[in-house]
């Protein structure tokens, strides 16, 4: 194979026996030295893991892969476990992480850990995953971090370089082998030349049908059109109803494709299946988190068949998967970011920018942003598509079921672990002093709620360490013998509950007298955890648990089919089914932990099997395909 320059240079570090952090932009083939890694590793009777950010990408890579590799790939997702003992294992980086704090020695077959899009250090959420992943890392295992392009990568590597006393090259590709071009559609004219906007303060409004024409003529298809907001993905796919971008051989081929995976999938009755229909067969469709995960699949291969022209989605389409296209659509430069809406940062445009122009088809990529000069201005707009990408800063918020790993290991001393940390290195002295701070207050939070004593966990505290990011309120119900008592419509009731983040204004449906009881329950030792976290100034707070999904679980657990089950809740599909995932994933972990009796392990096995089933067996799907 004939690699790239930057391709080569990695693998050459790599097979000095070097670790590596490659960043470059989206679709300019990082995949290719994760792939050399894999290929030396089977050869050699090595083990390798690969962690991705989200279960849609591991789940991508682990089809990929097998078609190259076989047997040789498993994967370990939470709610998935195939061909476990592989010697490349694919899994979400939260799984690795567990591992590293609380079995160890099954890493040590690994010689390997590939991080793929490790900019995530940056997420406010998930961040301080890749960051303890990384503070942890087993010395016998060398590291590949994958990267878009950030700025400050070698200040992540001299980071890693000097808590780990090993060499960590960085590679740095700043071209795309496709070219990119960029449009502007304001005023509902379509502009190759920013300034020109500087013209428009009162323009037109831009019309959908003005820029799909423009496409259209200037041989644009297929296209990407990312949207910050499930309905309007759906709206404007539906505003494309009198285009037809097929011609009749296509619609044959692209209707006969779509039927025999509606068929292989179980969707013939499903109704966003029978939605899109007259959208599919104009080659139009949409795709986000809130479709049933199959569904989504279904669009994602029309896509890479090339007979779909638009579709309309989300961002996360963006992420990692292998979706390229000739042209990139953005229908507009601001979106939600946790709290507010605020301008895209350079770093995110481009991970979907980086989707226009298919490598070894198109010459360049074209990528049109819809600019309405009353929502954001000119300087504002050269920002973000000019600008210098943001540096990935830390996130580090360790978790109590981490503090209590490391208590177990190291007592008091695990305070001395803090200067490992991104945080440590990147921060200023008030920033490290609170810090320390707030890991000092979980500490003495968990030792006057009894999770350690006299030094050493308690049978609450060792049961916390192995539920991460919902320790606290599981705990308190496991020590107070709730969970003992629980039947398998209880547990189910409570893990749903855990996991549920409703929509903004969502309404909380009716419950049922079992509902309610378990609602009390929860929400008494929730506001006990929160006073104490208040007390001792602990931020963010400990999750409260939320029963928009319990009736829907009750439903689903009695042997409900998924349409009737849908009626008791507003929730998306796609969401129900991620959110009985995770309760499963939450289920699997309490039934691991040591201190769990058997007669709670036995009700979690048949709490797992009831909801484990149909559109929610993640491990069904990915068989099937």
């Known amino acids: 194979m004939i690699y790239d320059k930057f391709q080569q240079e990695a693998i050459d570090q790599i097979n000095q026996g070097h670790s590596v952090i490659v960043s470059a ?96 250090l940056d997420n406010p959420e998930r961040g301080t995953v890749w960051e303890e992943s990384l503070i942890f890392l087993p010395k016998h295992m060398n590291m590949l971090g994958l990267s878009a392009t950030i700025p400050n990568i ?78 309007r993905a759906e709206e404007l796919a539906f505003d494309l109803y009198s285009y037809n971008f097929l011609n009749n051989n296509e619609k044959e081929k692209i209707t006969s494709l779509y039927n025999g995976l509606l068929e292989r999938f179980d969707l013939k009755d499903d109704r966003t299946a029978l939605n899109l229909y007259p959208l599919i067969q104009r080659g139009v469709a949409y795709h986000h988190a809130g479709m049933l995960p199959t569904m989504k699949e279904v669009i994602e291969r029309l896509f890479t068949s090339r007979l779909l022209k638009v579709i309309f989605t989300t961002e996360t389409f963006a992420l990692g998967i292998n979706m390229p296209s000739r042209s990139v659509i953005f229908d507009e430069l601001r979106k939600f970011y946790g709290r507010y809406v605020r301008s895209l940062k350079t770093r995110d445009f481009y991970q979907m920018a980086g989707r226009a122009g298919r490598r070894g088809i198109d010459k360049e990529g074209f990528v049109y942003c819809r600019v309405n000069p009353q929502r954001i201005n000119y300087e504002e707009v050269k920002r973000i598509i000019f600008g210098r990408p943001e540096e990935v800063k830390s996130q580090l918020n360790t978790s109590y079921a981490t503090i209590l790993n490391l208590y177990e290991k190291h007592q008091e001393k695990l305070f001395d672990i803090y200067p490992s ?193 149909d559109v929610v067996d993640a491990e069904k799907q990915l068989r099937e395909s």
């Open 421 to 613: 940390s991104l945080h440590y290195f990147q921060s200023q002295n008030h920033q490290k002093k609170e810090a320390i701070r707030l890991l000092e207050a979980k500490l003495k939070l968990l030792k006057e709620c009894g999770y350690i004593d006299k030094n050493a966990l308690t049978q609450k505290g060792q049961f916390a360490k192995s539920v991460y990011g919902y320790e606290l309120i599981l705990a308190e119900l496991y020590d107070q013998n709730i969970l003992e008592q629980l039947d398998e419509f209880g547990l189910g009731i409570v893990t749903s509950a855990v996991v549920f983040e409703p929509r903004k204004n969502q309404r909380l449906p009716g419950l049922s007298k079992r509902s309610r009881h378990i609602k009390r329950t929860c929400e008494e030792l929730y506001d006990r955890i929160k006073h104490k976290e208040e007390r001792y100034k602990i931020y963010p707070f400990s999750k409260i648990p939320y029963f928009h999904l319990a009736s829907a679980m009750e439903a689903w657990l009695a042997g409900t089919n998924f349409d009737k089950t849908l009626r008791f809740t507003d929730t998306d599909e796609g969401e129900v089914v991620r959110y009985f995932r995770m309760s499963i994933q939450i289920l699997r972990e309490v039934s691991e932990v040591k201190v769990a009796s058997h007669i709670l392990k036995d009700k979690i096995k048949e709490t797992i099997r009831v909801v484990n089933r």
């Open 25 to 120: 932009p989206t679709g300019a083939g990082k995949t290719a030295i994760a792939e050399h890694i894999i290929a030396g590793a089977i050869q050699n009777k090595l083990g390798v893991i690969y962690t991705a950010p989200i279960k849609a990408l591991s789940n991508q890579k682990f089809r990929d892969f097998q078609g190259q590799f076989g047997e040789n790939i498993g994967i370990l997702t939470g709610d998935v476990s195939i061909n476990a003992y592989a010697p490349v294992l694919i899994m979400t980086t939260e799984i690795f992480r567990n591992k590293v704090l609380d079995e160890p020695d099954s890493l040590q077959r690994y010689s390997w850990i590939i991080f793929d899009e490790i900019h995530y």
């Open 154 to 231: 070698k200040q992540l590597a001299s980071w890693i370089e000097s808590i780990h006393n090993k060499p960590v090259k960085t590679i740095i590709e700043e071209k795309r082998p496709v070219p990119l071009h960029f449009f502007y559609q304001c005023g509902n004219e379509v502009i190759d030349r920013l300034e020109q906007m500087k013209r428009m303060k009162f323009a037109k409004p831009n019309k959908l049908h003005a820029i799909m024409n423009y496409l259209r003529l200037k041989e644009g298809f297929p296209c990407i059109y990312f949207v910050f907001g499930r309905r």
